[in-house]
């Protein structure tokens, strides 16, 4: 078999797989569609908080990301997992306790007031839209590159798969599912990753390969990256270019944005009790860290591999997969010096008399993971198994974005919004719908992805920042915390946020520059003074405006206890 | 809210408290403000940079054992304190 029969026969099971388990678990009420009827146990809710939480994103592009970057890559590795210790600590276990249905639902009532649940709906619905575009988009890439399919019947299929069993299963099947979807999608990374350690290090567990030495050289791996970088005029691959107070300011915002996105907090509200609620934030953790501590391996291998393969190679002998990326437009080479070889260097690089030589060669820092068991030579059933577990990691994440925006109509806009009497069998139609609608918005905006998807994304996660977790914080450790000063602090933090990002990415791109930046933090890092400001301004307000009335102060008491959590149930305060 | 529902809120977040004081020294202290200092250093056993390691390893293992710390003193916390949900709900 080749390359494309294989891609073929195992995204044609992973998907029968999926349709099976979404069949045998459908929902039948709200509970059941919002919550999975609150009956998950904490093992499958790390497991399908896991597949949630890491998307194309992390498996296509972060370990590309951190071969470009070296040490700046970092950012991403600390940042989207040091959020999860936040959410277990700050947030998950009072949020479970509580027994809302959506994150909207908590601001709401705990803040008295349907402007802050508004203002939280506008968030949750622009946070998941953003997220659910780039998810089609891979869904597209994997579909064009290794089915060669036309991208829009790609994700025509993806979205024909999500719609299935996110309308019909609601949370309950999309937890099932997701189960299934992080076995796949671990399943394909670590596989490759296991043959690569072996092929250039020997070691069989990749994160100790990535401290080990490489076997063509006989120098520790790491040593001879920053080597072959130098060799070639780029940075030291352990060093990297960005400022500290940068690195700092990202890390922040990617953290915080994690906790503060709408679809990891749902997850915890599908558990039976507190304390499965924050075993499961553990479980999550460890389940995303098999992944996350793999990663930066799969980077420093793939780095190798790509610099010692194409480097000073004659253009006419490059192989195979070389032309087949540069068809698709993900790699090119142009041959500035015309002498038939591909120089592929850094900004730094001279040749022997000291002249500066030029970069001939682009990649597209999304292709690195894909294009990798191909580079090294992998056998061909892995690269069938690597396409199947990227689309995993896509549908899985965009399942629980869909349903983030189900629920955003359904219940915080008609049910606790403008329509409180609907009756229940009207409202799990009303979210089937609006589930139904929001497949097919992504799906459009998978087909049409407008240009600015990664620019976009760093604008949610600066959003979820600088909005969702001061207030959600605040309402669980501030007694004083009051309605005035949390609409003030998501107020300000929001705007503040995306005036910056919006002037430097798109009415001032010129200026996007460091000299340029307050402070030297960049638009991607913003979020995290964002968030700073809406602390100051939220506690300042609530000094001067009056403390929140009596029934709010008992739940505060209810939710500070684990005791007596029982089902999701709605509170009015 | 009574006296002992009081004294474990406090003692809730001072849990809290020093388990946030490793993840901040982990990832933003060893990871990113004294990564220049550590890399000065190698992991022990290995080559590798010991800030360069805290930043693309360590800190992940560590944050993943800082949520089971809490997941165990917070259990036996609520029984101390009464406030544990029992065996079923």
């Known amino acids: ?573 | 809210m009574s006296r002992s529902a009081e004294a474990y809120w406090r003692a809730n977040v001072r849990l809290v408290l020093l388990l946030l004081a490793v993840w901040f020294a982990v990832s933003y202290g060893a990871g990113i403000l004294f990564v220049d200092v550590l890399d000065r250093f190698t992991l022990p056993g290995t080559e590798v940079p010991l800030g360069f390691w805290f930043a693309q390893q360590g800190s992940i293992y560590v944050f993943v054992a800082l949520i089971f710390v809490y997941v165990v003193r917070m259990n036996r916390m609520d029984r101390e304190f009464g406030v544990d949900e029992g065996d079923d709900t």
């Not at chain 1, 078999?1 to 195992?10: G, I, P, R, S």
């Not at chain 1, 459908?26 to 569609?33: G, H, I, L, P």
Request: aromatic share 12%.
């Open chain 1, 1 to 573: 078999m080749n390359v494309q029969a294989w891609t073929f026969t195992l995204v044609g099971l992973t998907f029968a797989l999926y349709i099976a388990v979404a069949i045998w678990s459908r929902a039948r009420s709200t509970r059941d569609f919002y919550v999975a009827g609150t009956g998950v146990s904490p093992l499958a809710n790390g497991m399908a908080t896991a597949a949630d939480w890491m998307s194309a994103a992390s498996f296509l592009s972060m370990a590309g990301l951190i071969s470009f970057q070296g040490y700046d890559g970092s950012v991403y590795l600390m940042g989207w997992t040091g959020g999860y210790v936040l959410l277990a600590l700050l947030l998950a276990p009072y949020l479970r306790k509580y027994g809302a249905f959506t994150v909207p639902d908590f601001v709401g009532d705990r803040y008295y007031s349907q402007v802050a649940r508004f203002v939280a709906v506008i968030c949750a619905l622009f946070v998941s839209f953003t997220y659910v575009a780039g998810q089609m988009r891979g869904v597209g890439i994997v579909f064009g590159r290794f089915l060669e399919v036309d991208v829009g019947v790609g994700v025509l299929i993806g979205m024909g798969i999500v719609f299935f069993y996110a309308v019909l299963g609601g949370m309950k099947g999309i937890t099932y599912t997701q189960v299934t979807q992080y076995c796949v999608l671990i399943f394909a990374y670590l596989v490759p990753a296991i043959f690569l350690s072996m092929l250039i290090t020997g070691n069989v567990v990749p994160q100790f390969g990535f401290a080990g030495t490489d076997l063509a050289s006989g120098l520790p791996l790491l040593e001879r990256l920053d080597g072959l970088h130098q060799e070639l005029g780029f940075a030291a691959y352990t060093d990297g270019s960005k400022s500290t107070i940068d690195v700092f300011f990202i890390t922040a915002a990617l953290m915080v944005g994690t906790a503060g996105l709408p679809h990891v907090i749902i997850r915890f509200y599908t558990v039976p009790r507190v304390r499965d609620a924050r075993i499961s934030a553990g479980w999550a953790l460890l389940f995303i860290a098999v992944l996350y501590t793999t990663a930066p391996a799969v980077a420093a291998f793939a780095r190798t591999n790509l610099l010692t393969t194409v480097s000073d190679r004659p253009y006419a002998e490059a192989p195979e997969w070389f032309t087949t990326w540069e068809g698709v437009g993900l790699m090119g080479f142009d041959d500035v010096n015309g002498d038939g070889t591909i120089q592929y260097v850094g900004p730094n690089a001279v040749d022997a008399s000291g002249a500066p030589v030029r970069n001939e060669l682009t990649i597209d820092r999304d292709i690195m993971v894909l294009a990798n068991p191909e580079i090294a030579g992998l056998p061909d059933w892995v690269v069938g198994l690597v396409a199947a577990g990227g689309l995993a990691a896509a549908l899985s994440t965009a399942a629980g974005l869909l349903l983030v925006v189900s629920s955003a109509v359904s219940h915080d806009l008609l049910k606790r919004g403008f329509r409180p009497d609907i009756s229940e069998r009207g409202e799990l139609i009303a979210a089937r719908v609006s589930a139904g609608v929001a497949v097919v918005v992504a799906g459009w905006l998978g087909i049409n992805p407008p240009a600015f998807v990664a620019e976009v994304v760093a604008f949610a996660f600066g959003l979820a920042a600088s909005s969702f977790f001061p207030v959600i914080l605040l309402g669980i450790f501030s007694r004083r915390m009051n309605r005035e000063g949390a609409i003030a602090g998501m107020v300000t933090g929001i705007t503040f946020t995306a005036a910056y990002i919006v002037y430097f990415s798109f009415v001032n791109p010129a200026a996007d520059t460091p000299e340029h930046w307050w402070f030297g933090i960049s638009p991607e890092g913003i979020g995290g003074v964002g968030m700073v400001l809406n602390f100051a301004v939220a506690w300042m307000v609530s000094r001067v405006t009056p403390p929140p009335p009596e029934p709010v102060q008992i739940m505060l008491d209810k939710i500070r206890v684990p005791r007596g959590a029982g089902a999701a149930h709605e509170i009015s305060a």
